[in-house]
């Protein structure tokens, strides 16, 4: 789901939850009218007020282009978005010819068959080779492509300044150096985490499995398989566990912490340390910690590198059974493009999804240098199957988790009946 909405863990990312999958029927087919209305479903937001300035924009310049073309756009709960997706699936004649959906919803989506395959279209846009390739990837399944990247959402280290000045303490270079530091702030003043982090935060955890080498599952033709019982995948998980402890961050109070109340707490005040995303800067600087913090992108298991972060976000695409095809393209090409990614992220703050957009941002706004920087070092991301939504759903990952921060299980166990029923969700 969209990472700045839900996160994501939310995204993503959070968020990025995504939507149960709607049932398997086949997709009507649409047409290519000239004019008439085209029909947007967008997501609503607590502020929604800059978003809707630049898509009304958006939609002047479309119809100034489109004599006889009206837009009409649907406003959509986060909330309420499975059964109202489920319905236009089930029933083509009551989807739009547009819709914003978020990219771990990618694969559930287009399992359907409701979404149209984007992947000549967008190879021919104009902005195409602008497009970050992994963050392209996030839109694609089974080799197509099914949206257009419209933000992208990834999660840097963010850190008190303040406080690393007081104790004489550094910004960490490495994962080992993060739990160390982390420590020491607990230690030295015991009112804060050390890093405030939680056991419902699978986007936040997943960094330090990519960075030890582990992957969540591997593709053997049109299988799945788990890998989060590989030895690499259970020395990130435990080492990203064992900053759920005592004397960290205490897992009677950090396990069933979300990643939004991690960077909640973060921004409260109550922590030296966490890992948040693009999208968590405004509540940051609306919090205590205002003018207190600094980014880094979150470090790898070597001084230098980058732990590879997810990459979350939203993609415009366009429905099967839509009578507009060629006006639907043209209007996510449109809103899509630089020039409204710009328009979003002054907005909303959203990350563009095109490298010269991003750029331009983070020459202007020292602050996206960490993620920007985390996006150049390499992203990755879920496994593009529908069984992820199931997956996702059924907390696997942050049962395994809050297992092993609580003692519940040790790693090798909590992995292991992770992978069980990791497998069972791929069939």
Known sequence: MRTRVLIAGLAAFGLVAGCAPAQNTPAASGGDEKSG??????????????????????????KAAHSGVEVDVQWIPVEGRADKFSGA????????????????????????????????????????????PAVLDTAKSGGKTYGLPWFTGVRALYYRTDIF??????????????????RTIRAKKPELYGISVGGKYTYAMLPFL?????????????????????????????????????????????????????ITAFAGGK?????????????????QVKGKYGIIPLPGTEAGKV?????????????????????????????????????????MGNLPTLGSVQKKVAASDPSVKAFVDTLTAGTKFVPATAAWSKIDAQNVLPTAIQQIATGG???????????????????
């Not at 085209?38 to 937001?45: G, I, N, P, T, Y």
């Not at 607590?46 to 898509?55: G, I, L, Y």
């Not at 299980?409 to 069939?427: C, P, Q, V, W, Y």
Request: charged letters at 25%; proline letters at 4%.
């Open 37 to 62: 209305t085209v029909r947007v479903w967008l997501f609503d937001e607590a502020n929604r007020a800059p978003k809707e300035a630049a898509v009304k924009e958006a939609i002047a310049e479309f």
């Open 89 to 132: 699936f089930n029933d083509p004649g009551s989807a739009p010819d547009v819709a914003e959906f978020g990219n771990t919803d990618v694969s559930s989506y287009a399992a359907t068959g409701a979404l149209a395959d984007l992947t000549g279209d967008l190879s021919s846009w104009k902005e195409n080779s602008d497009l970050l």
């Open 165 to 182: 000045t007081e104790l004489g303490l550094k910004p960490p270079a490495t994962l080992a150096e993060l739990t160390e530091t982390a």
């Open 210 to 262: 990519w960075a030890n080498g582990g992957e969540i599952a591997k593709q053997d033709g049109d299988k799945w398989k788990s890998t989060v019982d590989s030895e690499q995948a259970k020395a990130g998980v435990a080492a990203y566990a064992n900053l759920l402890k005592a004397d960290i961050c205490p897992p009677e109070q950090c396990a069933n912490l979300t990643g939004t109340q991690s």
């Open 271 to 287: 922590a030296g340390m966490s890992i948040g995303g693009d999208f968590n800067r405004k509540a940051v600087e609306a919090g």
């Open 307 to 347: 732990a590879p972060a997810f990459a979350g976000g939203n993609l415009l695409g366009v429905f099967n059974a839509t009578k507009r095809k060629s006006l639907a393209i043209e209007f996510i090409e449109l809103l899509g493009g630089a020039k409204y990614q710009e328009k979003m992220y002054t907005g």
């Open 409 to 427: 299980k040790d790693t090798n166990a909590a992995l292991a009946t992770a992978a069980a029923e990791m497998n069972k969700a791929f069939g």
